[in-house]
């Protein structure tokens, strides 16, 4: 019998096990961000199921917005940031929510008041809901000094001052990539267990890779340096080959790509759009902490992004991000452009 393959079918490491494992290393802990995440990780379930049966529930409902019951149909968008909300309250952990869906940060009941500050996009990749493509939810968690005194403030925080940062993507399987400020771990959902199990321990991104991943259908307003490094993509000077391009649409999908087999995921500002499209707070900054966490690098065309301070919880920045090497190029196209100026 091979009692080490046994081992590994009977000793998994989950996703809360890692997370345990993680609090051991700091005493102090009073295993506050462990409820709180397995409250994510209920949400993420929830909605990966919501997302596996969206196809079969329009059937149900013929297509319409009512299902079998007679019931008005939610948007799945609309359903998961409920859920969201709804797990994030009830863990009784967080004091201020920002969500994508809304418009205003919600306060936490004082009652219900936790340290803990979660910013999200609850389903990111709209455009790819209702065609099936993969979709995603993205997180990022701050730690408040005061749950007592908060204000927009706590919220309106650089990057870098994550405690914590992570996706799930519901694709061909679903997947959560976390970061808590040391590495960066992937777990896949084994449905016949529940459980989120790690499959992609400690993820590093290569220095350097052979994909970019870029709106190319907004070229024509595109800045110089964008224009330029796009151009070197397709056209390179040095002798090396061409890059492919894939653009799924759906950041998480990209970024996820872009994560295990190295490149860069670009969405710039441009002529019609100067801040870009992307939000900062939840999905700028916890795919930027994601990369950083991973050995690459994340760039807003003119600083590091996890420096950027947010003025408003909606707020947009142009982002470049992924292999070190890479967003190297980039760097240097906007420095190159900056000292012309
Ligand atoms: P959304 O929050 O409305 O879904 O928009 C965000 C999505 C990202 O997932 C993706 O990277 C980007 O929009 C794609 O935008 P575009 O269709 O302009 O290429
Ligand atoms: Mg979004």
Known sequence: ????????????MTLTRHVLNEQSKH??????????????????????????????AKLIGLAGETNVQGEDQKKLDVLSNEVFVNALISSGRTCILVSEEDEKATFVDPSLRGRYCVVFDPLDGSSNIDCGVS????????????????????????????VAAGYCMYGSSCMIV??????VNGFTL???????????????????????SVNEGNAKNW????????????????????????????????????L?????FLYPGDKKSPTGKLRVLYE?????????????????GKQRALDLVPKKIHERSPIFLGSYDDVEEIKALYASEEAKA
């Open 135 to 162: 979709i995603g939810t993205i997180f990022g968690i701050y730690m408040i000094k005061d749950k007592d005194n908060v204000t927009l403030d706590d919220v309106l925080l650089p990057g870098k001052d994550m």
């Open 178 to 183: 976390l970061s808590t400020g040391s590495g």
């Open 260 to 264: 295990l087999y190295g490149g860069i």
């Open 223 to 258: 800045d110089g340096p964008t224009a330029e490094y796009v151009n070197k993509c397709k056209f390179p000077e040095d002798g090396s080959s061409p890059k492919s391009l894939r653009y799924v649409g759906s950041m998480v999908a990209d970024v996820h790509r872009t």
């Open 284 to 300: 700028v900054f916890p795919m930027s902490f994601l990369m950083e966490q991973a050995g690459g690098q994340a760039f807003t």
């Open 27 to 56: 005493p102090e802990s009073k295993g506050d961000f462990t409820i709180l995440l397995s409250h994510i990780v209920l949400g993420c379930k929830f909605v990966c199921s919501a997302v596996n049966k969206a196809g079969l």
């Open 190 to 212: 084994d449905p016949s267990l529940g459980e989120f199990i790690l499959t992609h321990p400690d993820i590093k991104i290569p220095t350097k890779g052979k994909i970019y």
């Open 1 to 12: 019998m091979d009692h080490e393959a046994d081992a590994h079918r009977t000793d998994l």
